[in-house]
Every structure is written in C-alpha cells, then in structure tokens.
C-alpha cells in the first residue's frame, strides 16, 4: 500500500522549528492567520488601526475609561492612549499563546523616571484586567536613560523589551541590565546603508543582517539571558538569513510571502557557532557608552529618527483621541 503523500512544508513552517515567530502588526486578523507566538505593536501600527472602522469600539471604550478618572486635558489624553494600547494588548493576547509587547511613550525616551513610572502603570492597567506580568514586555527606547529604566523594571518582575536598537553598545548595556529582550531592527540599518552608500545588498551582505548576527553571537557566546529578536524586515532574504535567532517579528505581508514558499531554510545561527567565534567582552559604563553611539553615526542617527517618528505617530494618535474627546 502506497503511503499517503505528505506536502512539503512551507517556509514559514520551517523556520518555525527554528525560530520563535512574532507577528509586527496590530491587526487582529493578521495574527489569526498566521498563528505567531508573540504579538508586538508600536504607535506608528496602533495609529493605522484606530484608523479603521473594525477598531472604533476598542477606541470609545479607552475613551470611556479614562473619562471614569479625574484626569483633565493632556493628561486625559495621556491615559486615554494608555488605555487603549492596554486595550489592544488584551484583544492580541486572546489571540495569541505567548506575550504581547506594548510600548511607552517615546516622548519620555530621555526620562529614567517617567519611563519607570508609566511602565508600572501600564502594567497596572493589565492586571486590572486579569493579565498576568508574565504575559506583557513594555517596549522602550534604546537610550541610555530607557536602559537604565529597564534594569529597575526588571528588578521588579517587569519585563522589558528595548526598542530601536541598532548597535552591539546598546545590546550589551540590555543584556548587562538583566533585560528579557531586545529588538535590533535590521530593515532600518540597510535604510542608512542604502542611502548613504548607493549599493544593493545581497542577504548575507546586508548590514542589518550582520548587525544582529554579531549581537546574537556575542550574547550567545558569554552566556547572557538576553532573547534576541530581530524586526523592521525589508525582505524575506533577512528573515531567512538570520533563521535560528532566538525571535523574529515579521509584518504580515511577510508572513505571507514565507506561507507561500516551499523553498528549504537552513538555520543560519547557533548557539553552538557562537560559542566556537573568538570575541572579546565589551565594557560599557555610561560614558563609554555615549561614546561608541557617538562613534556609529548609523545608530546615533536610526535612534534619533526612531524616537521622531514613534513620537509624532503618538501626537498624531492624540489629536485622534483628542477630536473624540470632543465628540
């Protein structure tokens, strides 16, 4: 008798088994049809859904709730923005098995304090709703100052996970600090390269590519606990170049790119690899570390940019709420 014929796996499927795969979006849908592990936003995402008419209802209960409070003005809408990215993080986390990271304000990127306090407040706001700490990474910003705010949280059971990351300097200071996960964002550092040298980039070539590669193997290599992840994919030749890195998040058209394909993936990274590369240990106070970003005008400049960008999509989320306030 003839056995039944089994389809080839597509490529999705087979990076699973190396990789933990984390759905980039917001979209309820997305993460539906692709069945990711993780879930992981930021505002510029959140900014595109609360566009969308399926999202409305999640906007009018943020609204709804944070008018319950004594909170006037900016501040009324600050805890409206709290509330919905809350509420966003709850829908993700009835969808998905794992974790959802939701981020703070990129305004307070360069505030040790306020990043401490609206973290604990964020995370307030989930097991208000019954989710467990466990279950939520609070996204910040890879400056000195969110580094810094990120090893307190940790140190409380809050776990992080450090955002507009693209330099070894910022990886070690995370890992140092104790810090669950970083999120070095691979499509943003061939941005640069490609702008400023006028090259096209094969995979293996691609600067962000590499970038991570030497993170993971440095992690990998002095033991750190430190989850990798790599985001901000520009194509799947950098998803599948960076197969076997602890995470991945990936956009949805992505995804369907990789659920499309039968191609073989290989594991391109291993602990073990990593253990046989000769490294040396970075040391990292803060003035040292202020120095090596100096000294990187890729990271110096996707760190500024980044924070821009986060920023103004979180205004423009406010003028959002703001007219809804009024209405």
Known sequence: ?????????NQLEQLRSFTTVVADTGDFAAMKAYAPQDATT?????????????YQPLLERAVARASRTNAHGKALTD??????????????????PGRVSTEVDARLSFDRDSTIAKAREVIELYEAEGIGRERVLIKIASTW?????????ESEGIHCNLTLLFSLAQAVVAAEGGITLISPFVGRILDWYTAH???TYSAEEDPGVQSVVTIYNYFKHFDHKTEVMGASFRNIGEVLALAGCDLLTISPDLLKEL???TEPVERRLSAE??????????RLDEKAFRWHLNQDPMATEKLADGIRRFAADTDKLADII??????
Not at 42 to 54: E, F, G, Y
Not at 83 to 93: C, H, K, S, T
Not at 273 to 282: E, F, N, S, V
Not at 322 to 327: C, F, G, N, P, R
């Open 273 to 282: 690899a990593a253990k046989a590369t000769p490294l040396h240990r970075l």
């Open 42 to 54: 930021n505002p510029t995402l959140i900014l595109k859904a609360v566009q969308m008419d399926a």
């Open 322 to 327: 703001e007219k809804e306030l009024i209405d």
């Open 145 to 153: 100052e969110g580094l810094a705010a990120a090893k307190v949280l």
């Open 259 to 261: 659920q499309a394909s």
């Open 1 to 9: 008798m003839n056995k039944p014929h089994t389809p080839p796996l």
């Open 79 to 96: 805890a409206v923005i709290d509330q919905l990215l809350v509420a966003f993080g709850v829908e993700i986390l009835n969808i998905i």
């Open 197 to 199: 040298t006028g090259k």
